[in-house]
């Protein structure tokens, strides 16, 4: 669900999953509050056969971690999801928070020799 951004025109294209974010949000909150689907809302979803429960990889970003609220200073830790990367613009944002990107990680120097 990552959308690059290189530059600081508007996005548009972040419009689709801002209004799945919604709905999805919607729907928590009702399920929150005990409104959970029913028959007939069920029937007009689709319909999963044969399923079983399995991961997905998404992109996400790790490194040194400065005020996280649960990631000590100074710790390693790794982020959420990412839903939107700016390095050019100094920033990510995942899905739990905002992250202010520092400087990057040089590969090359911690390659073995």
């Known amino acids: 669900m990552m959308i ?7 996005v548009p294209e972040l419009d689709d999953r801002i209004e799945r974010l919604r709905n999805l949000a919607q729907d928590l909150e009702r399920i929150r509050r005990g409104e959970h689907p029913g028959r007939r809302t069920l029937a ?6 044969d399923w079983s429960l399995t ?7 790790t490194g ?17 999801g990412l839903w939107v990367f700016a390095p050019a613009l100094g920033y990510a944002r995942t899905l739990s928070r905002l992250y202010a ?13």
């Open 4 to 10: 690059t951004i290189r530059d600081r025109r508007p």
């Open 44 to 49: 007009g979803a689709p319909l999963l056969e």
């Open 55 to 61: 991961t997905c990889l998404e992109h996400c970003l």
């Open 64 to 80: 040194t971690m400065h005020g996280h609220p649960t990631v000590g200073d100074g710790r390693k830790g790794v982020t959420s």
């Open 101 to 113: 990107l520092g400087r990057r990680h040089d590969s090359a120097s911690s390659a073995p020799r």
